[in-house]
């Protein structure tokens, strides 16, 4: 996400000013007389915001005031983050890139560059694009991170082509307002490779190449060339993967994850936010983990990435070995329950997990699967709405009676979502131990005064960390460890208040606080990996006193002398003009 103009402040346009800056920048006679502070501006920008009528219009709005003055931009979303969030990202950028061709003038000036439209036919021409990439920033603006799409699997809406722009371009906001990553050093980027959505093949507005999507031998001799593009001319760049369908969201992660620093956030992030909602869950079941029964509904790239890093934390933490934790985990997708006898070809990535042990079973939908399983958790990434109905919640409360049911409807956006916080909390007698995907709204509980907060296991709580841990400290990879070590940390940072409370997940207000700890957390595994290459944090870490064992088991533990200095590395918008022209104010 770079500057709207070269030549610009990365930081903001020269809105005013304390009394002398209209000489000191030359600004006499172009801008109203009226002296402001920052906080006047915000305050007008927020009521701006709060007079569009729609959460698409509040999404455009922020969007050109993104490209226009980025540090008001930022201020605005950390003064206001629970309420800007689900605006700059789910569950509104979902409409944002359904609408994303018919919107895209309106999101920036006509001279802003956001982000990498990389095309099918324009691949051969990778080293040409970055250039141009680079004469459009400032210097010493290339980036640290970027975020890729293809656009072919956005959320739960499917294949949306070119118009999934609008999900690298929201993620990366969230890095930097959750992780505090500079925004001047932010790479969007779409693979423009087609799509096999006619609804946009026939839109006469549609901007992306109008063509099918190529076969598998061509999609990834195209993608080799533009991550080696990439790496090439930005060394060290930190790169996710968004948003693929999912046998090239694990065809990705497989052959690149020990040869580039990268990271799948459906995949990987998921696994990372999910296991530590489910820690956290597991210490208030009255369930002990190695008894625990856990049904998945949906066995996407998400669904089968958040129950191996499960499985791995069953290993690790609980000293189960593979096979059984794996045999605590049973899969339903659109055939019903997935077995290896089914009589059907299983998608190599649902082979794991497929049972052996069902001899002539072969439930065909979810509630007989409920019925054969007897689950202790229900996990849903089906992107099925209401597939957690009245029958199938208040059932899986009567089975766990002795113990809480956990229930997480992971799907999103809301219309996706297996069900509602109000459904769970209804039909489990208000017992149940709650995580979603989306943001659900406050539970009164019949009979008392007392709201209920939902948890959004929301994988703003580990990717923008991972990201900030993996700028600084530039590990040669992104290992299994490493999350691991994030999750427990994130499950760790809980404070007295929301332990309390019985909540999975610390508040979002203190997501920045938090994401500094883990992204501590994460610089000292991969120190302890000997992954890191950043000397600085090397030293850092191997003075701090912890335990710097290879073989250790990732604990999720920090020192204060590493959080100290992740903290002064974090980005934050300017608070006044110095800070903008410092030589001249």
């Known amino acids: 996400m770079a500057p709207a103009f070269k030549n610009a402040s990365p930081a903001s346009s020269p809105i005013k000013k304390p009394a002398n800056a209209g000489a000191a920048l030359h600004l006499k006679g172009l801008a109203p007389s009226a002296i402001e502070d920052f906080s006047t501006q915000d305050a007008r920008a927020y009521q701006q915001l709060k007079k569009k009528g729609t959460d698409l219009e509040k999404y455009i709005f922020l969007s050109w005031l993104r490209n226009t003055n980025l540090n008001m931009f930022y201020r605005l979303v950390l003064g206001h983050l629970k309420e800007i969030a689900p605006i700059i990202y789910t569950p509104t950028v979902g409409q944002a890139c359904q609408e994303f061709s018919h919107i895209y003038p309106f999101l920036a000036p006509p001279n802003a560059v956001d982000g990498l439209y990389i095309s099918l036919t324009e691949v051969d021409n990778i080293g040409e694009i970055i250039q141009n990439y680079r004469n459009s920033i400032p210097a010493g603006c290339e980036p640290d991170i970027a975020v890729i799409t293809d656009g072919s699997r956005i959320l739960g809406l499917g294949d949306l082509g070119m118009n999934g722009m609008g999900i690298p371009v929201g993620k990366l906001q969230l890095y930097v307002a959750a992780g505090g ?50 790496t090439t001319a930005f060394p060290g760049l930190f790169i996710q993967f968004e948003d693929f369908n999912t046998p090239h969201a694990f065809g990705l992660l497989e052959k690149w994850r020990n040869q580039i620093l990268c990271f799948n956030d459906d995949i990987q992030g998921t696994g990372s936010v999910v296991l530590s909602a489910f820690i956290s869950a597991i210490r208030q079941a009255g369930i002990p983990a190695k008894d625990q029964r856990i049904l998945f509904v949906g066995a996407g790239s998400a669904g089968v990435g958040v129950a191996k890093q499960l499985v791995d934390y069953l290993e690790i933490e609980h000293k189960i070995p593979e ?37 002539t079973n072969q439930c065909k939908s979810l509630e007989e699967t409920l019925e054969y399983v007897r689950p202790t958790a229900l996990i849903g990434l089906s992107t099925i709405h ?65 709201p209920v907060v939902p948890v959004q296991a929301n994988n703003c709580w580990v990717f923008p960390p991972i990201g900030l841990g993996a700028v600084l400290s530039k590990p040669k990879c992104i290992t299994d460890t490493m999350i691991f070590a994030v999750s427990k940390a994130l499950a760790n940072s809980l404070n007295d208040q929301e332990r309390a409370s019985g909540e999975l997940l610390p508040r979002i207000e203190r997501i920045r606080e938090v994401s500094a700890e883990v992204a501590a957390a994460f610089i000292h595994q991969a120190v302890r990996e000997g992954l890191a290459r950043d000397e600085r944090w090397i030293s850092l870490v191997n003075q701090s006193g912890l335990s710097s064992e290879t073989d250790a088991q990732p604990d999720g533990v920090f020192s204060q002398n590493v959080l100290a200095e992740v903290k002064k590395c974090i980005w934050a918008p300017a608070q006044s003009p110095r800070q903008l022209v410092p030589n001249k104010l």
């Open 181 to 230: 990553l500079d925004p001047t050093r932010c790479l969007p980027i779409v693979l423009d490779f087609g799509t096999d959505n006619s609804k946009y093949l026939e839109d006469p507005l549609y901007l992306g190449i109008r063509q099918k999507r190529p076969q598998d031998a061509e999609f990834y001799a195209a993608t080799e060339k533009v991550l080696k593009g990439l």
């Open 323 to 359: 096979e059984q934790a794996k045999a605590m985990f049973w899969f339903v997708d659109s055939r019903g329950m997935i077995t290896a006898n089914r009589g059907d070809t299983l998608a190599e990535h649902k082979v794991y997990f497929a049972r052996q042990d069902n001899g």
């Open 386 to 450: 209401k597939a957690f109905n009245e029958k199938v919640l208040t059932r899986l409360n009567e089975i766990n009676a002795t113990g809480r049911p956990i229930v997480f409807p992971l799907s999103n956006p809301m219309t996706k979502a297996e069900c509602t916080f109000e459904e769970a909390m209804r039909y489990t007698n208000n017992r149940v131990l709650f995580a979603s995907g989306t943001e659900f709204p406050e539970y009164t509980i019949p009979g008392t005064d007392k």
